[in-house]
Structure formats: C-alpha cells, structure tokens
C-alpha cells in the first residue's frame, strides 16, 4: 500500500539526521541502566526484527556471493554500531559523530590528487587536533579512539554497501545485515549483563531507539535517494555533526566547548567540501 504523506526529499534527509541523533540520544540515556553494549544489541536486534518483517527477504535464494558480501556487510555494521556506542558512553555525542566522520571523508577524497581537496584534509585534521586530549585531561582519550575506530568501519560499511547493492536489492541486504550484525553483538550483550535486566519500559525505549535509528531514516533516505542528486544528498549528510550537538544539548544537556565547536565545524566544513568538489569533478 502507497503511503499518502508525500514528504519532498531535502525535508526527508533532513528529518532522516534529526531521526538518527535523537535515536542516539535515546542510547546514551540508556546506558546507565543496561551498558553500551546491550544498548547496541537492543538496537540491532530490534531493528532487524523491523526490517525483516518489512522486507521479507529469501534467505534460500541467496548465492554464495551474496552471502560473503552480506555478512560481510552485517559484521562491519554491527561492529561500528557497538564500537560507536562505546565511544560516546565516554564523550559527548557531537564530538563522537564528528570524530566517527572522519571514516566517510577520509574514503571520498582518499587518492585524490586535486589541489582543493588537501584543504578539506586539513580542516577535518584541524578538527581532530581540536578534539583530541593531547594534556591527558578533558576528554576521555579512549573515547576519542573509539570513535575514529568506528570511523574506519564506517568506511568500511560504505564500501561494502556499494559492491553488495550492485548484487542484492537495497532492502534484503540491510535486513540481512541487520541479522548478522545482532550475531555479532549480542554475545557482548549478553555477557554484559545488561539484557538480562530488561523490563517493558526499556523494551519500549529500545523498539523507539529501534525505529529513530534505523527504520525511520532508512526509509526517509531511501526515498529522498530516489529524486535527489548524490551531491545534495552528500552534502545534506554533513551536517550529521553538528545536528548531533544540538540533539545532545537538547536532551542530555551535554554542552560543548568553543574550542570543540569549531572542531565540529571544521570537520562539517570538510566534509560538505569534498562532497560538492568530488561530485563536480565527475559532472565536468
């Protein structure tokens, strides 16, 4: 059945981001009560429950190239979701997302030999100077390398993204993924001990976490994919960090420095940059 709510694409990409940041934000409250990890499993798991339910997928139909690239696919997801949960367990949400962004920006202009791009590295490199806590106070340094960690999976994520949706249709392999990627991370779950102390209210915290991180944006991304050009959709995606500040001071009242905000600024400036001068270079 056709939905009726026609929303127009840069609106949808823009309440895809303010989807997944207030999903994170929902995360981070719930760490406390059941852990990073469990927090991650509850996520995942929930959210390929969703999406298989959605999409229905053939597992029997699926060939031996599918399958590696899939779990494939599923592991890295898995991995950078609970790796990026830790992260920011330990610093503010916006910080961990600008540092996490370093993954995708460092992949768009890797090999690149234009002399504006080296410009965008050194705004992202700034940004990470910015952040880093280089006297040992401030920030927590492991949750500074966390985030770049699930930095590199990102990129990971997206490479493996691209070769796997050239085989599978878009749906099945996420949905897939999702199933694999709650293999991985549930034995951290569960040995945690965070899942055994579940009750219906953090069930309800974990299907809307479930919902604002994964099936809201999923589908609001995907339609906007349809109409938009993938400079614009690059470009609107940059703004992840910045959006992930303001959902932060909004519902955790986590304030960031001016030193910290120009570091998210940096990294936003980059990344907005090398997606719009990749994106011309391929149109000229």
């Not at 690059?234 to 420095?257: K, N």
Request: proline share 5%.
């Amino acid at each position: 059945m056709k939905s009726k709510i026609n929303i127009p694409p840069i609106p949808a990409v823009l309440l895809s981001i303010i989807s997944v940041q207030c999903g994170a934000a929902i995360a981070k409250g719930l760490f406390p009560q059941i852990g990073a990890a469990a927090t991650a499993s509850l996520r995942i798991g929930l959210s390929a429950v969703i999406l298989l339910i959605a999409f229905r997928p053939n597992l029997f139909k699926l060939n031996a190239k599918q399958w590696k690239y899939v779990i494939l696919y599923g592991v890295c997801l898995g991995v950078m979701n609970m790796v990026f949960y830790m992260a920011i367990a330990r610093i503010p949400i916006g910080l961990g997302v600008t540092l996490e962004f370093v993954g995708p920006l460092g992949l768009a202009i890797f090999g690149s030999k234009k002399p504006v791009d080296f410009l965008w590295v050194v705004l992202a490199a700034t940004g990470i100077v910015l952040i880093t806590p280089w006297t040992g106070t401030g920030l927590n340094l492991a949750g500074v390398l966390l985030a770049l960690l699930a930095g590199v999976f990102w990129a990971g994520y997206i490479i493996l993204g691209g070769r796997i949706s050239k085989i599978m249709k878009g749906g099945d392999a996420v949905a897939i993924g999702m199933l694999f990627a709650t293999i991985v991370i549930l034995p951290f779950g569960i040995y945690g001990g965070g899942l055994s102390t579940l009750n219906p209210k953090l069930l309800g915290l974990g299907a809307a976490l479930a919902l604002l991180s994964s099936a809201i944006p999923f589908t609001l991304e995907m339609r906007a994919l349809k109409q938009l050009p993938a400079r614009t959709f690059s470009i609107l995606m940059s703004l992840e960090p910045a959006m992930a500040s303001l959902a932060a001071l909004v519902f955790l009242q986590e304030y960031l420095t001016l030193k910290e905000c120009f570091a998210v600024a940096f990294v936003v400036i980059a990344s907005a940059g090398s997606s719009l001068t990749a994106r011309h270079t391929k149109n000229n």
